[in-house]
Each structure stands twice: as structure tokens, then as C-alpha cells.
């Protein structure tokens, strides 16, 4: 995360939606890790594994970010990692290229 | 429980489970979820049927091996999934004979009762799609379940025996009534200089299709040329 201190006027841009939530002292959200947009920084952020090992290894990944109140959290709905997953298996692979026919026949 | 779609472009679908109440995604779909939330990860969670091949089932449909439930446990819960593209988050009602058919990245989430398996695999369009295959997700049983569409969304009425061709792409979602088949354009010179291809699906009615503007072929299309070249 980058962090911002001192005295005078930031601006920062979050992906996507952005949602908020004003976490009581002692209340935890649990997020995967590309959706934390930003956080103040009385709010306590800890990287957790997932209880589970099937959930582990074969759900979201090991880990989840912990972020735990007093304090407001900003969550992002777009993540580049999504995104790149997302069109990861559209995009042309060198091991796997089609060629002329198969960029033919898959329509463009 | 209660469902809410926050935000227009990107939404986020934000739920309010009590406890007990249960939902089943995709594994690796979860957004963001209260301490209250227990996850359980399996090829049968949420009560799906079909074992181990069904489970592969899923997988060659473009989505994962495993399904995780969600449960809230000890209170009530908040649980979030985001949407992967630019688009919309459609509630579906789902009822014996009120099935629905999903582009392969369209289920969210769904409620217990509700099965998600694979559509089909048009074996025309198999190996021919860009490696990838041409498939669908298909939601039956009974319950409630969330879809993303990606990019703004046209809705038809086609009555019996009216047909839609539609580039296999757009075809976000249509009620199992409607009839799919992919059907090669007629005239040599559209197949090779038309640009559309040679496939186009036709969808026939009755029932109701949702188009999407948006793909994910074409947006990859679209950045290519701006990626690095591997090699």
C-alpha cells in the first residue's frame, strides 16, 4: 500500500465502484486483497489465511486481508488482477497460436 | 436475506445474510465478507449434484473445479462479490421449468436448490471457438441466483419461431425455452470478408434473451495491440 501523512491536500483514485463502510473499534472485514481501495490509518490491516485447508488450496488462495476497526475503509469493485485474469485466456499465447485460420474461424 | 447491487458501471453485489442463511459461488469469486461469514470449499458445495464429473463438468465450461458456500454463522453477515467487467448484476427467480442459460462468466452467486452446471458444448463450435470452446452455464432448480452481463444489456420477447442470429459473444443469457444453435452465414464472401466470422448463433423462440455490448473477446481484442509481445 502507499501511505499518505503529514499536513495538506491528496488525491488518489480508486477502481471501479467504490464502497464504504465505517467499522466500530474491535469489527473486522475481511476482504480479498485487490478490493482494498484505502483505509485510514487507525484502521489495523493484517494479512490472514483462510480457516480450511480446502479453502485454502482450492478457493480464493491463502490469503485474505484483515482490516479491523476504528476507522473507514474504501473498497474497490475493479481490480486489475480481475481484470487480467478475466481476458488473460482471450488474449493470444505464443505456445497456442491459431494463426490465420484460427483468427478466422473464431470471429474476430 | 437480503441482496443489494451498489454502485451503476462496476457494481458490487452487496448481501445481508442472518444466520444459517447460506449462498454457493464459484470458487475465488468473493469480494469482501464479515467476520461472521464461515466458508466451506468443495467440488459439492451448495449442494451440488453430479460428483466429480460434474465438477470437471463446470470446469470445461469455463468456470472452476470447486464451488464455496457461504454461511453465516453465530449472527448476521455481510458478504460481497464484484462484478468482473463494466456491466450489470441481474437477480434471477428460478423455478422448475424456469431454468436459465449464462455465458460461461456470468454466475455470481445463488442460494441452496439452485444448480449450476454446465449448459452445453455446441459440438460444431467445440475446438473452433478460439481454442476455448463454445459453452454456456445453465441455472435450474429452485431458489434465487445473481448473473453479470457485461456492458449495457438488450432485452427481446421472441415468440415461437422467431429466431435471432447473434454473434455466439453477445448472447448473455436466454430462458431455457429459447432454442440455441449455431448456424454458419450463408454466402462464402460473408463467412471470409464479412468480418463477423463464420458462426453466428440463432436463438428461437419462445422466451426471452439478453444481449450483452459488451465481451471479454472483444475488449482483449481491443488492448492487444497495446500489450508487450511475448516472444
Not at chain 1, 54 to 83: D, E, K, Y
Amino acid at each position: 500500500m502507499q501511505r499518505l501523512l503529514g499536513q495538506g491536500q491528496a488525491w488518489v483514485e480508486l477502481n471501479g465502484e467504490v464502497v464504504v463502510y465505517d467499522l466500530q473499534p474491535g469489527n473486522t472485514l475481511r476482504v480479498h486483497p485487490g478490493h482494498v481501495g484505502m483505509y485510514q490509518d487507525t484502521v489495523q490491516f493484517n494479512i490472514t489465511t483462510v480457516p480450511g485447508i480446502s479453502n485454502a488450496l482450492f478457493g480464493t488462495g491463502l490469503f485474505l486481508a484483515a482490516l479491523t476497526g476504528p476507522g473507514r475503509v474504501w473498497l474497490q469493485s475493479m481490480t486489475l488482477h480481475n481484470l487480467a485474469h478475466a481476458i488473460w485466456e482471450y488474449l493470444p499465447h505464443t505456445e497456442s497460436s491459431g494463426g490465420l485460420v484460427g483468427s478466422l474461424l473464431s470471429g474476430g | 436475506m437480503e441482496s443489494k447491487i451498489v454502485g451503476t458501471v462496476m457494481p458490487v453485489l452487496e448481501m445481508s445474510m442472518q444466520p444459517n442463511d447460506k449462498v454457493f459461488a464459484e470458487s475465488g469469486q468473493l469480494a469482501w465478507m464479515s467476520m461472521a461469514m464461515q466458508m466451506q470449499t468443495s467440488t459439492s458445495a451448495g449442494g451440488q449434484q453430479g460428483g466429480f464429473l460434474g465438477a470437471l463438468g463446470r470446469a470445461v465450461a469455463g468456470g472452476t473445479l470447486f464451488m464455496t458456500e457461504y454461511t453465516a454463522v453465530g449472527g448476521p453477515g455481510l458478504l460481497a462479490f464484484a462484478a468482473k467487467l463494466p456491466g450489470q448484476i441481474l437477480p434471477l427467480q428460478i423455478a422448475p421449468g424456469q431454468g436459465y442459460m449464462v455465458h460461461r462468466h456470468g454466475f455470481m452467486c445463488a442460494t441452496l436448490g439452485v444448480q449450476f452446471s454446465i449448459g452445453f458444448q455446441q459440438r460444431l463450435g467445440a475446438g473452433i471457438f478460439g481454442g476455448t470452446g463454445f459453452r454456456m452455464q445453465r441455472l435450474q432448480g429452485q431458489g434465487q441466483a445473481w448473473v453479470e452481463l457485461h456492458g449495457e444489456v438488450v432485452t427481446y420477447d421472441l415468440q415461437p419461431g422467431n429466431t435471432l442470429r447473434v454473434h455466439p459473444g453477445h448472447v448473455g443469457m436466454y430462458q431455457e425455452s429459447v432454442q440455441f444453435n449455431i448456424t454458419t452465414v450463408p454466402g462464402i464472401q460473408n463467412a471470409f470478408f464479412g468480418g463477423s466470422g463464420l458462426f453466428l448463433a440463432s436463438l428461437t423462440g419462445p422466451g426471452r434473451v439478453w444481449l450483452q455490448s459488451m465481451t471479454m473477446q472483444h475488449l482483449a481484442h481491443a488492448i492487444q495491440e497495446y500489450l508487450p509481445k511475448a516472444g
